[in-house]
């Protein structure tokens, strides 16, 4: 079965620092890879994903994700953090084999914070 | 998030009290799913749906019902609520690997 597993609950950053946040997955078959970011009390944004092709995916805001086979890993990357980053990330894998029928099962999240 | 609309956005429940959450989306795709939020947990799937008239459990099922009379329309039910099902509740909808999330219903029992 698949999982994905965030490391760091919290990640704090200094504004212009690079951010990034790490994401590992456990998968049996080629995964699909998911970045979502949630702002308070607010719903979940499409980052970027990785289906096929390409292993760097380039989403918006500047952010971008590469995904890493022999790593199991797809982390999160942004060259120079903006206060506006400040929310919470999710990385998530399509469960496109297994029982749900395609369901993305979600890692537990990381809140990110931008220092000024 | 267009495409997905979930009602109420807000609710207050007693415990013991019924209700009923909708999502309705404005396409006839077939993969429909309900997922909870709660504080470090991410967001588990609690039902799901393959088409109209079938559904199947997730996650984390217990307490809740759903149906999905309409392909457009899956509802996800509360016979007796809990303080334990204090969450934020979010459909989304699935056509190949493009997933569209509504903006989620937020609901306290008390």
């Known amino acids: 079965a698949q999982s994905v597993t965030q490391l760091g609950s919290h990640v704090s950053v200094s504004e212009g620092a690079l951010v990034l946040l790490r994401c590992n997955y456990s998968?049996?078959?080629?995964?699909?890879l998911f970045w979502y970011v949630q702002y308070p009390n607010q719903g979940l944004q499409l980052l970027l994903k990785y289906t096929t092709g390409a292993t760097l995916v380039k989403g918006i805001n500047g952010f971008e994700a590469e995904f890493k086979k022999s790593e199991t890993s797809f982390h999160l990357t942004k060259p120079s953090a903006h206060m506006s980053d400040a929310a919470e990330y999710f990385c998530?894998?399509?469960?496109?084999?297994?029982?749900?029928?395609?369901?993305?099962?979600f890692g537990k999240g990381t809140k990110l914070s931008v220092k000024p | 998030n267009a495409g997905v609309t979930q009602t109420p956005k807000f609710r207050v429940l007693k415990t013991g009290q019924s209700m009923t959450l909708l999502c309705a989306q404005d396409?006839?795709?077939?993969?429909m799913y309900w997922y909870r939020q709660d504080p470090g947990m991410g967001l588990r799937l609690i039902h799901y749906s393959v088409g109209e008239g079938t559904t199947a459990k997730g996650e984390v099922p217990d307490g809740y019902n759903v149906s999905r009379l309409k392909k457009q329309n899956f509802l996800l039910g509360l016979e007796s609520a809990a303080p334990s099902q204090t969450s934020v509740y979010f459909c989304a909808r699935r056509r190949e690997y493009g997933y569209t999330f509504g903006s989620g219903t937020r609901l306290t029992v008390v």
């Open positions: 396409m006839n795709h077939e993969y």
């Open positions: 998968s049996s078959v080629p995964p699909y």
């Open positions: 998530a894998v399509s469960d496109r084999y297994g029982g749900s029928q395609g369901n993305l099962i």
